[in-house]
């Protein structure tokens, strides 16, 4: 028996280590943790008494990083634990036969639209467009109010007027005297004054703004309500989506997207509006085109939507700046090439038309980000020796599961490998993922590139992503297994054999720019601080495996720059490549990235697969290099 006071340090009761998949953190925002200590003793006369006390332990946020974290919920300074003892101190030092205590976890929910950003996603643009239904409705309501209101004073109106009309006087002194001195008149007069008044005043002092306005406002509070950001990032997603497909912007603010024929055109004031920001970020180039395409329309357009004189002003204006800026940028450097940001002539000299197809003609292709362009676009890259090497085959990887059905494989690259399985998924699967990922999809981040900063949103790749447990539903369970059977590699999380999966959805302009899906090759020792201990003990990612959800209407390709191949996203297909190669340095030439989606929207789904449980499933080359 033993005084609890003296003899248990209640530190050391409270080291406690709590497990938390922080899978949850997409689901839950904070994490509450409260001890319930029951303090069994016996007093005086040998009764057994319990003293239950609970307390608030601790708090946080759950953080979306690494997999599993621990929390150690005693320290010896912990202001909690000092709380703790203090308390029991309170309740004397009785004999105590025991201690026990209880976590309780109480987590709270995540606001799903916390992290809302609405420039890309396709399912947040739903919601959005949504929001406007309801700024619709409340605006028809008002109109149609609005137009009853003007219908009473018209009215009015127009019975005053077909009186006086009907008096052919020739001032208004005669009309008066023709109104009063005539009974009907007179009777209409009254009729108007004390009757149709009423209805008028009625009309007038009832007012249907305040409704209209609070119905408003209450939208306007909405989380998903577009910001500036918002609007400034589908600007900018038309803008890239215009660099990466040279599309021709004529045919482009008509409604035509490479080919495709659409009902979405711009008017010259929106032409306008795009050429105002590209001139405000320098790009004089493109606010020239924007401008020269705003004038065309508004001629079109016979000024509706702004006035043809307008453009003119500011177009000229913007093509002064530009041969400008061009003059001193050539001042300063006779021999420099100015950036994609201005022509290489002045316009004064060449028009931009003319300009515009001869960049287009003359490009470098030896640049990686002309290369990616170039895949993004469809053109074709390899050369058709390298074409016949590739072939496509049925194959039951050696596997009886796959005996009565072998999967369509294709090779789609040699160096890299890089291969294509088809029908790896069915539509009710592929239904099941999206309809699992879509509450939890958020802004992608990317790891930062200062050490220790963790991640940040990036305008690298914009897209929403969810991370998946194996555990999150069977058919989780069962695609790991598949990918297992399909690849030989061993491909579960749970066993630390893997990532969990992500899937990820990209909205219109929504792209990922080139780079490499393994995490340490070439990285210096700061930047190795960036990942968790878990990472660097499940070494690097070995391979990718990537599912495509859906057919892309138009863009979206996965393009290998390096290796010259674009893949087309097909629904239910997968890609599948090795980052490392056998000697586990990083493969350089994996270097890839995810076109802008041009129309429609674009859903993977990725598993990672980590290089330390694949020890027994790729062995080495002889060749070391290799
Ligand atoms: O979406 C794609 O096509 C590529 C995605 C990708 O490379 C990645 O998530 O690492
Ligand atoms: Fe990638």
């Not at 759950?62 to 599993?68: C, L």
């Not at 929106?270 to 020239?288: I, P, S, T």
């Not at 499940?538 to 057919?551: E, K, P, S, V």
Request: with cysteine; net charge neutral.
């Amino acid at each position: 028996m033993s005084s609890y006071c003296d003899q248990r340090p209640v530190q050391s009761i409270l080291h406690v280590s709590i497990y938390v998949r922080t899978s949850l953190g997409h689901v839950f925002k904070n994490i509450f943790i409260f001890i319930v200590i029951t303090v069994k003793k016996l007093n005086a006369d040998r009764q057994d008494k319990r003293t239950r006390e609970i307390f608030l332990l601790t708090h946080f946020p759950i953080q979306e990083r690494g997999r599993i974290f621990t929390i150690i919920l005693s320290s010896t300074n912990s202001t909690d634990s000092t709380l703790f003892c203090q308390r029991k101190k309170t309740m004397g030092c009785l004999q105590v036969h025991h201690v026990y205590f209880s976590v309780f976890i109480i987590l709270l929910a995540r606001n799903p639209h916390v992290n809302g950003d609405v420039s890309t996603a396709s399912t947040d643009l739903s919601n959005v467009f949504r929001l406007e239904q309801q700024i619709v409705d409340v605006l028809g309501e008002l109109a149609a109010k609005t137009e009853a209101k003007l219908v009473v004073i018209r009215k009015y109106l127009k019975d005053y007027e077909q009186s006086v009309v009907e008096e052919k006087a020739a001032n208004k002194g005669e009309i008066m005297e023709h109104l009063t001195g005539n009974p009907i008149q007179a009777y209409r007069l009254m009729k108007r004054l004390y009757f149709d008044w009423q209805t008028v005043e009625k009309e007038i002092k009832f007012d249907n703004w305040q409704d209209a306005v609070s119905k408003l406002e209450l939208v306007r509070k909405n989380e998903i309500f577009p910001k500036e950001a918002d609007f400034f990032g589908a600007t900018s997603a038309i803008v890239r989506l215009q660099d990466t497909y040279e599309l021709n912007m004529t045919e482009l603010v008509r409604g035509n997207v490479r080919g495709m024929k659409t009902h979405a055109q711009l008017t010259a004031l929106d032409c306008l509006f795009m050429g105002k920001l590209a001139f405000n970020d320098g790009a004089y180039a493109r606010a020239v085109e924007w401008f020269e395409e705003s004038y065309i329309l508004a001629g079109s357009e016979n000024n509706e939507t702004i006035s043809q004189d307008h453009v003119a002003e500011i177009l000229q204006y913007a093509i002064g700046m530009h041969d400008m800026n061009l003059k001193q940028v050539k001042q300063k450097s006779p021999t420099s090439i100015p950036d994609s940001r201005s022509f290489r002539l002045p316009l004064k000299e060449k028009p931009a038309v003319a300009q515009r197809s001869e960049i287009i003609r003359s490009r470098d292709y030896s640049e990686d980000d002309t290369k990616f362009n170039a895949l993004c676009r469809g053109e074709k890259l390899l050369s058709e020796e390298s074409v016949a090497k590739l072939k496509c085959w049925y194959d039951s990887r050696r596997q009886p599961y796959f005996f009565l059905m072998p999967i369509k494989v294709e090779q789609n690259s040699i160096e890299p490998a890089i291969y294509i399985f088809y029908e790896m998924l069915s539509d009710a699967e592929i239904e099941t993922i999206k309809e699992l990922a879509a509450p939890q999809l958020k802004r992608a981040e990317v790891v930062r590139n200062k050490p220790g900063a963790g991640t940040e949103i990036s305008n690298v790749r914009t897209s929403k992503s969810a991370w998946f447990e194996d555990d999150v539903h069977p058919l989780m369970d069962r695609l790991s297994r598949r990918i297992s059977l399909v690849t030989g590699l061993k491909a579960y999380c749970s066993r630390d054999e893997a990532e969990m999966f992500q899937v990820a959805h990209y909205g219109i302009g929504g792209h990922y720019s080139p780079h490499h899906d393994y995490l340490f090759h070439k990285k210096t020792d700061k930047e190795l601080e960036n990942f968790s201990d878990w990472d660097r003990e499940m070494g690097d990612r070995i391979a990718t495996f990537m599912f495509y959800l859906n057919d892309v209407e138009r863009g979206g390709s996965t393009v290998f720059p390096l290796a010259g191949v674009a893949v087309t996203p097909v629904k239910g297909a997968a890609a599948f490549w090795y980052n490392l190669k056998r000697n586990g340095h990083g493969d350089t030439n994996t270097l890839h990235g995810a076109c802008p989606v041009l129309l429609g929207h674009k859903w993977v789904v990725n598993k990672w697969i980590r290089e330390k449980a694949q020890t027994f499933n790729r062995g080495c080359l002889l060749d070391p290099s290799e």
